[in-house]
RNA sequence: GCCGACAUAGCUUAGUUGGUGGAGCGGCGGACUGUUAAUCCGCAGGUCGCAGGUUCGAGUCCUGCUGUCGGCGCCA
């Protein structure tokens, strides 16, 4: 062919090359025609483009072939651009084609259009069976796009204000919290674990660091069914030095506003096409998240008559409840001390609760933030422990590092996948991430 | 761990009181010089998840198993 560079799909829809040759790399997204013109719905990374192919101009052979094409083929095409008042605005006038990597029609792409009538807002078996060709698909290609942005921003949120990243491993030897949730790996005759939170690692470094953060996959075990679990989701986590709950909380705010914004910026078009209301969207980019501490948030639950004791734990139907009545997200602050683990400072003006946080997110898609200051003198994370009954010896280094000059300091985590969900308005959080990982599946 | 559904062609599904399993999409063949989920004609494609049972006869009724989905608990 005689032209070299490439262009992508978007620059010919982007204006400007009327009548210019260009070409093109692609896969067919759709194909139909008659015997002597034929038209292929081109597809790359950044859309779709018609490209119309006549007998006439690129010959019998050329013809055959691209008419016996398959969807999902690969193809390497050039032509003249030309303006439409049809449907798409610009089609390829195609002169020349070359069939890349071909389709079998033995066993032709198997995502068809019934495939996918169903995955709206929802995914069948067939489609997480066949996950690695499901990618390729207009909504899951949006859904990546809006994920990376939401890493991105991640990213850069803290970059700017001075965090460094840093890395905790991912095996480790015991658990964050409870213990029943971890998955347990083999280590040359020993056990380890698959880490579930980067933060007793991370708290290490705090007195090097001061503010610091990660973006890493943490592990569950949990045996969950519902749409916001997964066994390996991305964490987002930060940890800060000489900050109170109050300091930690407004970080969280000022992360998921900022995502909130820079999606509004960079993905407002892939947002809109899943359906998503970008004014939706800029309330949460721009609003103030309101704090409720847990007693008026019992209060709240009780006065709308739900059966609720006070030290309970707000559990997702509760949470549920509460968000109805919220239009951006809150926080759930002062929980009681019986609800929460050891690593919580408990709040010097009352020890019935500490100063922890959560983050919950409307429109029913409930926690993406837990975090808050932690205890941080050794007296009290000794008593707190003690008071657990949690032994002492597996915790020695966390305890160390109250030990050698201990100073206030917190943190949180964010689930990114649920911010990917809610943000992108999707029904399940495995819509947000390629290859979903939960209780019962491990592949593709 | 608990509760509830579902399983029919590659995909999405219909299938009546139990009586020889249909369709749309996709594939193949054909028609059509501008289509838009193209259209029209034709063909192929099924161990009705698996194993038992009831019955003259089971996709349909019963039991067990397997798989999947949804919800709860747990959490991000």
Redesign the pocket.
């Known amino acids: 062919m005689a032209i070299v560079k490439s262009l992508w799909i978007a620059e010919v829809h982007g204006g400007g090359l009327d009548g210019k040759e260009v070409l093109l790399r692609g896969w067919i997204h759709?194909?139909?025609?008659?015997?002597?013109?034929r038209?292929v719905?081109l597809r790359d990374s950044t859309g779709t483009v018609?490209c119309?192919l006549?007998r006439?101009v690129i010959g019998d052979d050329n013809f055959e072939e691209i008419s016996?094409a398959?969807?999902e083929s690969s193809v390497e095409l050039s032509g003249q651009v030309?303006p439409?008042d049809?449907?798409?605005g610009y089609?390829i006038?195609v002169k020349d084609v070359k069939i890349v990597g071909p389709v079998n029609?033995?066993r032709?792409?198997?995502?068809?259009?019934?495939?996918?009538?169903?995955a709206d807002g929802?995914?069948?078996?067939?489609?997480?069976d066949n996950r690695h060709l499901y990618l390729r698909t207009g909504r899951m290609t949006k859904m990546l796009k809006i994920r990376s942005t939401i890493f991105g921003a991640v990213h850069s949120y803290f970059r700017d204000r001075d965090f460094t990243e840093y890395q905790a491993p991912n095996f480790v030897a015991g658990a964050?919290?409870?213990g029943?949730?971890l998955f347990e790996v083999p280590y040359f005759g020993k056990k380890a674990y698959l880490t579930q939170?980067w933060q007793l690692y991370a708290e290490a470094a705090m007195p090097a660091l001061e503010r610091l953060y990660t973006l890493a996959p943490?592990f569950?075990a949990?045996?969950?069914?519902?749409?916001?679990?997964?066994?390996e989701?991305w964490?987002a986590e930060m940890e800060i030095a000489w900050a109170d709950n109050e300091d930690v909380m407004s970080h969280g705010e000022g992360l998921v506003r900022h995502i909130a914004r820079t999606l509004l910026e960079q993905r407002s078009e892939e947002l809109e096409s899943l359906g998503r209301d970008i004014n939706t969207i800029q309330k949460y980019a721009e609003s103030h998240y309101p704090r409720i501490r847990y007693d008026d948030a019992v209060e709240m639950l009780q006065s709308k008559g739900v059966e609720i004791e006070w030290g309970q734990?707000l559990?997702?139907?509760?949470?549920?409840i509460l968000t109805e009545d919220f239009e951006v997200p809150h926080f759930l602050t002062h929980y009681p001390k019986v609800?929460k683990?050891f690593y919580h400072r408990q709040d010097p003006e009352d020890p019935k609760y500490v100063l922890c946080h959560?983050?919950l997110a409307p429109e029913g898609y409930?926690?993406?933030?837990?975090g808050g200051e932690r205890t941080w003198s050794e007296s009290e994370i000794l008593q707190r422990i003690d008071e657990e009954g949690t032994p002492r010896e597996p915790y020695e280094f966390y305890i160390d590092i109250r030990r050698y000059g201990g100073v206030p300091h917190g943190g949180?985590?964010?689930?990114v996948?649920?911010v990917c969900a809610w943000l992108a308005g999707a029904d399940?959080?495995?819509e947000t991430i390629p290859f979903p990982r939960?209780s019962?599946?491990v592949t593709p």
Not at 366 to 370: D, L, N, P, R, W
């Open positions: 759709r194909t139909r025609g008659s015997k002597s013109i038209f719905v018609q119309v006549k006439a016996a398959l969807i030309i439409t049809r449907e798409h089609e006038m029609p033995q032709p792409f198997p995502i068809t259009e019934s495939a996918m009538k169903q929802g995914e069948t078996e067939f489609l997480l964050v919290e409870g029943s949730t939170s943490s569950r949990e045996k969950s069914r519902t749409r916001r679990h997964l066994t989701f964490h734990d559990d997702f139907s509760k949470e549920k609800a683990p959560d983050l409930g926690e993406i933030i837990g949180f985590g964010l689930g996948d649920r399940h959080i495995r939960d019962r599946r």
